[in-house]
């Protein structure tokens, strides 16, 4: 080997080392960017998992939370189903009336005036008594009042001994009490009940037909009605006044 090879064998040698001084930077270099990168790595990843964990917890209670909401909002509707279930069954009942008591009396006449002087006015009517209740009234008395008593007198078919007279079989009235004349001539009242009446239902009527009432006198007429369930009364809602 001659003095020129040996100088270009150096040569070589001499780049072939330094290439790999060169090399060895760089992969030093590379080694600590990678370094580098696996700490940011492993940074990112970190926050990351914080991230996905804080989110996961958040969810985690919104979904709890809507659980819970969505619990109360079923035992609210099923509290609603039954109530709505009961407001039915109400509904498919028939309504209960509350008992209500009223009965309305009235007269119904009218007035026929003498031709002469000395004759009698004629009063020809009947006195109406409906039960505008919705309860049944038992055991109906009617009181007929004519003031004065002696300038007046009143008749109808009313029975004096319903039992004992076959006659009173076409009478609907009777009197209510034993002594009916003494009250007819002290306070000029006819006490008198039906004959053959149970009860006045709701809606329907009674009436004293055809009476006649016969006076030379001023005479106020006034009328009054008690029954079971009524026992104070009530009173007509017109009287008769005839003026002579």
């Not at 809507?66 to 609210?76: D, M, R």
């Not at 008198?192 to 006076?215: C, G, S, V, W, Y």
């Amino acid at each position: 080997m001659n003095s020129n090879q040996q100088i270009q064998l150096q040569q070589k040698i001499i780049h072939y080392r330094a290439e790999i001084a060169s090399y060895k930077n760089k992969l030093k270099s590379l080694e600590l960017e990678l370094k580098k990168e696996k700490m940011r790595n492993q940074y990112l990843q970190e926050k990351l998992h914080q991230i996905q964990t804080a989110h996961v917890d958040q969810y985690e209670k919104k979904i709890a939370m809507l659980e819970n909401q969505l619990l109360s909002y079923e035992v609210a509707l099923e509290e609603e189903k039954k109530q709505m279930e009961a407001l039915k069954k109400n509904l498919s009942l028939p309504p209960k009336e509350s008992p209500l008591l009223n009965v309305r009396a009235f007269f119904n006449y009218s007035l026929i005036l003498p031709e002469e002087k000395d004759e009698d006015v004629l009063v020809i009517g009947d006195f109406v008594i409906d039960n505008i209740g919705n309860t049944p009234l038992h055991e109906t008395i009617v009181c007929i009042r004519l003031n004065p008593p002696e300038e007046a007198k009143l008749s109808g078919k009313i029975a004096i001994n319903p039992w004992k007279n076959d006659e009173s079989f076409n009478m609907e009235w009777t009197f209510a009490n034993d002594d009916w004349r003494e009250k007819i001539k002290t306070n000029g009242e006819y006490w008198i009940k039906p004959f053959q009446h149970t009860a006045l239902m709701p809606n329907d009527q009674l009436r004293f037909q055809n009476f006649e009432i016969r006076t030379k006198q001023t005479v106020v007429v006034e009328g009054f009605v008690y029954c079971k369930e009524i026992p104070k009364g009530t009173s007509s809602m017109n009287n008769i006044i005839i003026n002579c």
